[in-house]
């Protein structure tokens, strides 16, 4: 054996630093805090300008394993749980997407309420759940939807309700004490025409509540064919019947404002037992 073989390791010289030998661990970072345990993962980066497996786990504050096992778990639920998008013509598969929405099986799944104090229109519902469904839109959307419309609609009867007060406020205080006489020629009015109550609406609609009620109280007038002329001398229409229907609705509507001195409703009152006294006399003279 020469000189130059002592010493030398079998099979060559040893390798020189770099050429194959294993990189040096990971400095651990003074800011993360590892438990024991973590020393089962590796220090090495996990690629460019990454933290090791081991920095993973103390950045992301894990306890034991069994919290890397249930994360792992929860995303891998979370990932098979996405919905995709289909296209706009995959008609079939976006059924399948509002399913998992929340869309009801069938239309009359559905959950549609109608407003306190209103029943619901049976054919009005039906149609609206079939185009809910079509939709695709879930319990909670139809619910907002109905929601809406509902308080809208509510606002709109308050608010014609509240429109055709003022109109008859209005025509009351504009025919005073002759309202009452006023309405029965606008019922009379009604009558030459063939008005039922639907038309009487439908003008009221078109002229307002008190624009209607003057034409027909107008017509009433002019077209009335059993005059009697009351203590007054004033033209009126009305038949015994008719007085007296009309003193009980004023009797039974504003019975309160009569005993209380009311000037309006006391001045209607008299006036109406006054032209009621003059009709029977005027119908007893004619039998």
């Known amino acids: 054996m020469s000189s130059n073989d002592g010493g030398a390791a079998p099979g060559g010289a040893p390798p020189a630093a770099g050429d194959g030998a294993p990189a040096a661990p990971a400095t651990p970072d ?6 024991p345990w973590m ?13 090791s497996a081991r920095d993973w786990v103390a950045q992301k504050g894990f306890k034991s394993p069994d919290e890397i096992a249930r994360s792992a778990r929860e995303a891998e639920r979370a ?27 069938t239309p ?22 079939e185009s809910a469904h079509a939709a695709g839109l879930t319990q909670a959307q139809v619910e907002g939807i109905v929601g809406w419309w509902n308080n809208t609609a509510i606002q709109s009867i308050e608010g014609e309700k509240a ?19 006023n309405l029965q020629f606008m019922r009379r009015g009604a009558e030459a025409l063939g008005f039922d109550k639907g038309a009487v609406d439908k003008l009221g609609g078109a002229f ?13 007038k002019r077209t009335s064919e059993d005059l009697l002329r009351s203590g007054e001398s004033e033209i009126v ?7 007296q229907a009309e003193l009980d ?9 009569i005993r209380s001195g009311d000037a309006v409703a006391r001045a209607t009152y008299d006036r109406l037992i006054a032209q009621l006294a003059a009709a029977k006399k005027a119908a007893a003279k004619r039998d």
Do not use: C, M
């Open 30 to 35: 003074p800011q993360l805090t590892y438990a």
């Open 39 to 51: 020393d089962a993962f590796g220090t090495e980066p996990l690629g460019e300008g990454a933290p």
């Open 79 to 105: 990932l098979h749980a996405r919905i995709p998008i289909p296209k706009a013509e995959e008609t079939d598969k976006w059924a399948e997407v509002w399913n998992k929405l929340g869309r009801p099986e």
């Open 108 to 129: 009359d799944k559905y959950t549609i309420g109608a407003p306190d104090g209103f029943q619901p229109d049976p054919t009005f519902t039906k149609a609206f759940a």
């Open 163 to 181: 429109r055709v007060d003022a109109q008859k406020a209005a025509l009351q205080s504009e025919w005073g004490a002759d309202y009452g006489k």
């Open 208 to 220: 307002g509540v008190d624009g209607a009620a003057k034409i027909l109280a107008d017509l009433g």
């Open 237 to 243: 229409s009305l038949s015994v019947p008719e007085l």
């Open 249 to 257: 609705r004023h009797k039974r509507e504003n019975g309160a404002a």
